[in-house]
């Protein structure tokens, strides 16, 4: 094999997939091979390239495809069409029914994701799952060879990469409110994440436990409809000014939310491997999760994980990780523990073995 | 009082006032003023009429000159205030009503000085109304002819609606959004709508106009222009010629703005005088309103007065509250929709005629200028009693 | 809370943790209702099918969508793929994402879209054919007419709009205005709102809840309420008494027109009585309500229903409780 190319159908610099993709390409090249990223959305002045300049290519019998299915997208049309050995990396498509009232035409897009995972199952060669909970669905979909590696992320980064006046600007408003916790949750405004729980919880947390509570969504949206309810919701529960909608931020930006946490919460009902819980134990925020689809597999231990996602119940649990310092540092140091598991060498290391068993087995 | 008025005007609200007042007149004996500028056309104001008095079908029009018509620089002014309404500075606004125009405020002197029961301001955009109703709050009526627009958002006009006495809409779907805009909803209103009059025309002649010979034809009336569906309509009929070969034709009658790309099948007859589109409306299979934006469509009445079915534009509010209302039109909001729609009219004779007939009754107990009339002089009375 | 190795015992963790919910729950930090009222909350804000409730608003959030754009044969051919190969591949060079949005969207509602048509062309005949639709378990016009009079000399002082809510055929409304007053009503019944306007009368096809809840506080001189009051649930009985104290200005009246309930049991259809979701209040509990709203008792009349046969009583039949906000 000469090269390993990519596809996304949108790539994005702060994604975790996208990320994750320029992980790839390094290790691709540092193998020796030629590597490049061809996005549906690239145009040719950015990182990844745009697909125009692949269908001017030559059929190559060695190159390897590597196609990042999150989604539904006619890239696998084009892909199917060629004749080059597939790869796909699958990090779980969101259920549509999840998006079905806020925004169908995302959910129709979702919904020809998982009709695409069949469809491109029979044509792959190897499909590499993010996590166990991810490979289970490739089974089921028809890939008949199979692999876990874990999603590559360089945590390092976010230590060199701080923005100092965010975090002064988060420690000065609690000074000025006078305390009150910073609870925190990263990842795209989206009803499958259920950031409106997150609200209920908040509004039920300043209720009972601590009135001067904050808390703090840090991403873009992936439904407009679903964000202006919610930030109608936050102006009807009268928490407009204890809730901050950040919308996309700098990874220094991110990188300063972490550090003024003081706990992270999750009830999301779907994810494929949730980068941010492994982002938290890397800044040692102690987690509250609910157990939904591949959280549970990411935390293994290391955070508080909930079979139920009512309000006064992630409530109770923030308050008891901020209440007893014994239970948030061990919660702590659960998540170091586990971080080890997906430093980027290991990861790398691991996603390596996986292409070169299939690249000297194929 | 109206910013423009005459025979020759063709602005939906104008049209609106003018019909209703010349039947106040006709139908109701009432005495009807009417003080305006004299302007012409709907891009700057400018007079094209002379000032004066005179009676045009019975109702008494005082013109008088505005001071100014629409000013070149309110474009710039309005791209920087409308994407964000409610950030407008008072100031900014106030100059927004002056420069939109027309600026007439000897209209208003001249209306305050009659000795009118009730006044009737219409539509809420414009200087006259917005300065007006203030003037004469008791007895000012005003029929919004409101949309779901970026105007509306501007806070100028909320004392404009919750100053004046009583409220006319053209249909529930503009009161509902007006009700949920403004603190209206407890004061006086009716739905005025517009009467009909039915009209005769020979289908012989216009399918020898448009080329038709005796082909089966959908009929769409109104301005051909992208904005008002016709595009689109276009664009769904081609695809259904091909998967759906057969003599049906679809019929576009009205001023051309926006011409659909030439197909054998789609006939594009430009504008028609009355007597053309009643005998077009006479033989069509269904009328079609693609118009996602209508302030109460005139021409679904009119087709249901001749007992055909119609066909609307499912995100249109107000084509589809009549088409709910009456059991007399159906509905697309996707192609696959649309051809199942023309499928079974086609089909099915009896459906096209439960669909007309269930309309033209709708159109007969609602619509016919003596209800009109009854309702709106109904309503304007008890403004008048009790101001 | 930890084990021999440092990490939480999840066990003991989660009973604490439930330990607390309960104590919480019990101890009255939180207002009753108050989770109930957050999910409420959001649910008005979100689109009816993110919250469950079904095929059937999910099909109209189908419809109102703005046209998808047909790629000829490609829409139908896209799984097949060999005759749209070339258009797709030209498509997909400069807008993948479009493309794959239209002919999704399309496919999904393809089968939607048929189902729904079928449905409306149903309903449409129903309600024009020539015998009456099936019995439909809404109840019958309010007969107020027994009351107007009263109503009318009730109301004689008031300053500000009368409703009546809600107003059926517009009788009670028209009897008010002929008294002098100010009165309008709501109704969702369209067809009998708007006999009542073509009747030259203030009447809206409005829900009675959606109107009031448009109205401000203290902008109405009286609320009057009948009928359809009688066989509302609980929940939204103790609301509308909300809504309608709030409404009416300092001196101004609500009145309830309701039937006694052993009436209503006695001498309503059965289907109705039934399958209502509530039944009736006694006029004492309409004055309970009133009065936790800050509404004083002015006057309640029972009106006798005609006994069926001598000696048989058949308890009182209608009343009417006028409450009023205090100066």
Redesign the interface.
Known sequence: MKALHQFL??YAVHDAVGGHARQIRRLAREMGLRSDIYA??ARRSGDALP??DF?RMPVSRDAVLLYHLST????V??L??RPEPKVVNYHNVTPAQFF???D??????L??GRHQLEAIAAAADLGIAVSAFNERELRTAGFRETAVAPVLVDLEAFDRAVDHQALARLTKAKAKAGGGADLLFVGRLA?NKAQ?DL??AL??YR??YDPKARLHLVGTSSSE?YRT?LV??AD??GLAEAIEFTGSVSDGVLAAHYRAADVFVCVSEHEGFCVPLLEAMHHRVPIVAYAAAAVPETLA?AG????TK????V???V??VLA?E??AA??R??GCVRLGDFSLERSRRRFTEVLEAYLSGG | MVHRYGPEITGGAENAVRTLAEHLVANAGWEVEVFTTCAGNSRDWDDEYPPGRSIINGVAVERIAARAGRDPTFEELSDRLLPEPSAASREDQERWVDLQGPLCPEVLDAAQASDASVSVFCPYLYYPTVRGVRRFQGRAVMHPAAHDELPIRLPIFRPVFEECAGLGYFTDTERRLVERRFGVAQKPQAVVGLGVDTGVGSPEKFRAVAGLGDRPYLLCVGRVEDLKGTGALARFFAEYKLRRPGPLALALVGPVVHAPPPHPDIVVSGPVDDAAKWGALADCVALVSPSPLESFSLVLIEAWTVERPVVVNAACAVTREHCVRSGGGLWFGSYAVFEAVVDRLLADDGLRARLGTAGAAYAAKHYRWPVVVDRYTAFLSRIAATA | MTDVHGAPDTEHLMAAIEGEVRRARASGALPQGFEQELDRLFAELSPASATGEGFAEMLRKAEEYSFIDPLAPVASNIRGGSAAKGAIRRLVLWNLEWMARQVSAFDHTVVVALRQLHERIQRIEQDVAAHPPAVSVRRAPPDVTEWAEFVADVLKETRGRVLHAECGDGTLVAALARGGLDAYGVDPRADLALAAADAGLDVRPDEVEDHLGLIGDGELGAVVLSGFVDSIALPRKVALAERAARAVAPDGSVLILSVDPRTWLAMGSPVEVDLAPGRPLRAETWQYLLEERGLRFVDVRHHTAQPAAEGATLGTGTYALVMARPR
Do not use: C, F, I, Q
């Open positions: 159908p949108s549906g959305n697909l125009a269908e539904g997208s006619a890239l049309e084009l199917l069409h079905d009232g806020w169908p035409p995302m959910a129709a897009e919904s020809v009803p409106h609200l209920k509004a039920a209720r009972v409809s309810a109608a919701y009807r529960l231990g508080v994980l909930l079979p009512d309000p006064l119940t409530a109770a649990a308050n008891r007893d014994t239970l061990a919660l140091e659960r």
